[in-house]
């Protein structure tokens, strides 16, 4: 067996989508047999360590390479001064850069932490020994630390974010009830338990990169602009990932750099970066805060939401983290009116974060409705069922699937909601508070065309191959279940090799749309598939069927006529008789999104071709909705949850074993957005002093409850080929705000900044 290629371990006919088969590629990690980018072999490594900037803003002026070049095993030094430009890449939204070169090492200095100079050596111990060596000599220049500082002024307006439906400051003047709170998030790190980092090698033009990805093909252009090679000259290779939730979608200026210290040493190089620099090569969730103002009249109809946010930036680049994605989506409100500005400041860019929009957005907003149910004497769920919208109210489509109502019913029902004494404080168990909150999440249903090879081999088995990627979400399994329902083949006789940027293209694992585009690919192709060896099966003159029906079935392996006409026939044998050794199908699904042939490489290697929610005739989102229990230690000021119940509407699940788990690992994230992430920006130097595992606080099993998840969903056929929606998102989105409603019910404060530490509470 190939490293790059899975066997499932497990499986009966009962495997197809739908079941609750374990991951297929669960006992090779386990095991450690599982070879990540970076454990992969490669003969005649050097080893290569990142020296980045400790000032916030400047110049360096010069970088003293001596002592580092005389050091014992060290091959190279590369600093801005001695590193040769590469050519600028256009962006991934597939647009023109603006600029012909490209330079990974600048003397330009714009936040702590940027990379100024690559080492390589023997040894990764030499590496970084000579690292220590170099003397770099800066010229600081001022700096805003955070956005929050007073100098840090407005920033600049986002015009594609205003909205403005109706007249919300009359119609906020004239409700009965009102409130207006102000939220705020820190900036919060994607924290993969496998750090970023790559393996590069050169054979004459064709680069070979190990790196993790959740984009093979759009990393792979990226590699192949960079250094003005073609596409099919770089070969991406990311068999299994640690996680990346958003953070290895783009080729980064560190990969750009590792593969030009292998090009100018003629050697394989293998850069992996520390812990505390991989908070500063990606930048994680900008910090973001929201001033949120609701008015309704008595009976709890919303009439108005005055919705402003503010979000950082870099100081040479733009990330926009849309604050009201979900504030725009979840409610019948006549009037709202919502606008976004971004701020500057001396940090690295930020990025995708899990569910980057709706998180931060449904932070403040079911905040703000449970503040809006407390104003107004009402229970929180009853508020949310009063304002359910019928219909998108933003862009006036109709729900493709909407089963809030039903998330609603079925996680109060098993939460026991219909106990909840309102009043704050009222719960208790002996010395301790108890708090039960609520709250609801959306993530939109993205979508993009996807291209998968299936393959029926000699023995009777399937392949499945594409270049997409499993970050731990189950595309492995999901895949091999796809298959294993067109041909009623067991899992165990299904292979999927993923994570090659040489197999048939995939477009990003990101946005929840690789499960829902992946499955469609590889349900046609597989189809096309069993579709060609029918046909062969009935014509071919050596073949034992042939003419015996006009059509057959295919199950178990075997060819079977309807009627019995002719004994089943095992695949393998057909084969045998007709001389073939597999019957193949490369399928794409761009005309289903409204593509060509020509664009194909596009719409892989960009996203400019992936399709909002609301494009067509519906509005396509994924549900859920949060129940939350918690104790807080008056005397301490301490939160530990009990219990969380989520009920959540995702359409079809693939494979209901593992969407529950995509559902809790995004409540695992969300309770840590709650109660313990955050980075902690040093003012007077710009820099987040907790960038390492041990302060950067992530919940571990300890802190993690009770989660019960429930699927309400039921197939949506506007939504994918197989009629499930997104997943992988959707469970952060609104847990943290679930949290936070619940630490007030128990404590009578409302904490509006996260996370809610013992310094709120106590
Ligand atoms: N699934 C299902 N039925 C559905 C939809 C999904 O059974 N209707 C299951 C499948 O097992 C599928 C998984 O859920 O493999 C995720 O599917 P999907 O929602 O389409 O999400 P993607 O495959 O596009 O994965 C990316 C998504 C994103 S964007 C982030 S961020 C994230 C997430 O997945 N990062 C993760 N989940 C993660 N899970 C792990 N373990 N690690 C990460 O880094
Ligand atoms: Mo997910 S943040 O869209 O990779």
Known sequence: MSPLDISPQRGDAGDGIGGRPPRIDGLAKIRGEAAYAMDQPVEGLAHAVLVTATIAAGWVRGIDRTAAEAAPGVLLVLTPGNTPPLHAASTWTGEAPPTSEYRPLEPEIRHVGQQIALVVAESLEQATEAATLLRVDYEAAPFLA????????????????????????????????????????????????????????????????????????????????????????????????????????????????????????????????????????????????????????????????????????????????????????????????????????????????????????????????????????????????????????????????????????????????????????????????????????TYPVRRSAGEAMVRILADGGVEVASSTSDMGTGAYTILAQTAASVFGLPLARVRVTLGDSTLPRAPVSGGSQMAGLMTGAVDKAARAAREELIGLALNDPRSPLRGVANTLAVAEGRLIAPRGEAPPLPIAELLTAIGRDRVEALRDTLAENGLKPEDRYRAFTTVSTMRAPTDGEYSMHSWCAHFVELAVDEALGSVRLRRIVTAFDAGLLYNPRLAESQIKGGIVMGIGQALLEGGIVDRRHARVLNNNLADYLLPTHADIPPIEVISVGEPDPHASALGGKGVGELGIVGLAAAIANAVFHATGKRVRDLPITLADLC
């Not at 946010?309 to 504030?327: C, D, F, I, M």
């Not at 409705?369 to 359910?388: I, T």
């Open 146 to 441: 955070d956005f929050t500082v007073p100098d840090a002024g407005e920033g600049q307006d986002l015009p594609p974010l205003t909205i403005e439906r109706g007249d919300a400051d009359t119609a906020l003047a004239s409700a009965d009830i009102r409130i207006s709170a102000e939220y705020g998030t820190p900036r919060e790190y994607n924290v993969p338990i496998e750090p970023h980092g790559l393996t590069a090698r050169w054979d004459g033009d064709a680069l070979t990169l190990w790196e993790p990805s959740q984009w093979l093909d759009g990393m792979a252009r990226n590699y192949a602009e960079w250094f003005g090679i073609g596409f099919e000259q770089v070969r991406l290779i990311s068999p299994y990932i640690g996680g990346g939730f958003g953070s290895k979608a783009l080729a980064l200026p560190h990969g750009a750099i590792a593969a030009q210290a292998a090009r100018m040493l003629g050697r394989p190089v293998k850069l992996v970066l520390t812990r505390p620099q991989t908070f500063t090569a990606f930048g994680g969730r900008a910090a973001t805060r929201q001033l949120l103002e609701l008015g309704a009249d008595a009976d709890g109809h919303l009439l108005a939401i005055r919705h402003r946010g503010w979000q950082e930036t870099s100081r040479n680049g733009l990330w926009v983290e849309p604050l009201n994605a979900a504030t725009a989506l979840m409610y019948e409100v006549p009037h709202l009116s919502s606008r976004q500005r971004v701020v500057p400041v001396n940090t690295v860019t930020p990025s995708a974060k899990r569910a980057p929009g709706e998180n931060p957005s449904a932070f403040a907003l079911e905040c703000a409705m449970d503040e809006l149910a407390y104003a107004l004497g009402q229970d929180p769920l009853a508020l949310r069922l009063r304002n359910e919208p019928g219909r998108d109210p933003h862009s006036g489509k109709l729900w493709s699937s909407r089963r809030m109502r039903e998330a609603y019913a079925a996680g109060a029902d098993s939460f026991g909601w219909a106990r909840r004494n309102p009043t704050p404080g009222a719960m208790r168990d002996g010395p301790l508070r108890l708090g039960w909150g609520m709250a609801a999440g």
